[in-house]
T-cell receptor, first 115, second 109 residues
Framework: GAGVSQSPRYKVAKRGQDVALRCDPI?????LFWYQQALGQGPEFLTY????????KSGLPSDRFFAERPEGSVSTLKIQRTQQEDSAVYLC?????????????FGPGTRLTVT | RKEVEQDPGPFNVPEGATVAFNCTYS??????FFWYRQDCRKEPKLLMS???SGNEDGRFTAQLNRASQYISLLIRDSKLSDSATYLC??????????FGGGTRLMVKP
């Protein structure tokens, strides 16, 4: 079956540009998470959705970061006025309610480079 | 201080060796514990959960010491295919996962 997919896989943006990163979770998965992974570091939590409700956005680093999941399926992470420190891999993960809290399935990530 | 701390390595071991990784976490309210594996330029994947009683999955053994806030992973009879970064992961309230920085393992022939 299909896993979590993300697009684009790679994105190069000039500083100041806006970017939109898409995540297609596993069909039927209620929970969706976004993480940011800098080079040589572990993933860091950004935000969490249960269906269309954004239940936790405590990890978003600034108000330039915005995420949505309007129909409870596909999610978009938007970064406005990108800065060099936004360069990282952005990982999306999904899980079902039936799974345990650690059973999150990750997509391949979008590697964002801000020049 | 990071919430979940790991030795970044790399650990360079020969095939067949036994290797152990440790991890400490700072939030005593943490409820669930896991090891994830991440291959180079790939996404993290759940390796195993960690239970207070200790648990084993083939060549892999995970242990949790809640009193010391310490988690370990032991790999016996290392294979070349075990080369990866091993991420220690903690779950607190809600479903958010907190990852350590990862420990890199290189198994050599």
């Amino acid at each position: 079956g299909a896993g979590v997919s993300q697009s684009p896989r790679y994105k190069v943006a000039k500083r100041g540009q806006d970017v939109a990163l898409r995540c297609d979770p596993i069909s039927g998965h209620v929970s969706l998470f976004w993480y940011q992974q800098a080079l040589g570091q572990g993933p860091e939590f950004l935000t969490y959705f249960q269906n269309e409700a954004q239940l936790d956005k405590s990890g978003l680093p600034s108000d330039r970061f915005f995420a949505e999941r309007p129909e409870g399926s596909v999610s978009t992470l938007k970064i406005q006025r990108t800065q060099q420190e936004d360069s990282a891999v952005y990982l999306c993960a999904s899980s079902s309610l039936a799974g345990g809290p650690g059973e999150q399935y990750f997509g391949p990530g979008t590697r964002l480079t801000v020049t | 201080r990071k919430e979940v701390e790991q030795d970044p390595g790399p650990f360079n071991v020969p095939e067949g060796a036994t290797v152990a990784f440790n991890c400490t976490y700072s939030n005593s309210a943490s409820q669930s514990f896991f090891w994830y594996r991440q291959d180079c330029r790939k996404e993290p994947k759940l390796l195993m959960s960690v239970y207070s009683s200790g648990n084993e999955d083939g060549r892999f053994t995970a242990q949790l010491n809640r009193a010391s806030q310490y988690i370990s992973l032991l790999i016996r009879d290392s294979k070349l295919s075990d080369s990866a970064t091993y991420l220690c992961v903690v779950n607190g309230a809600g479903n958010m996962l907190t990852f350590g920085g990862g420990t890199r393992l290189m198994v050599k022939p």
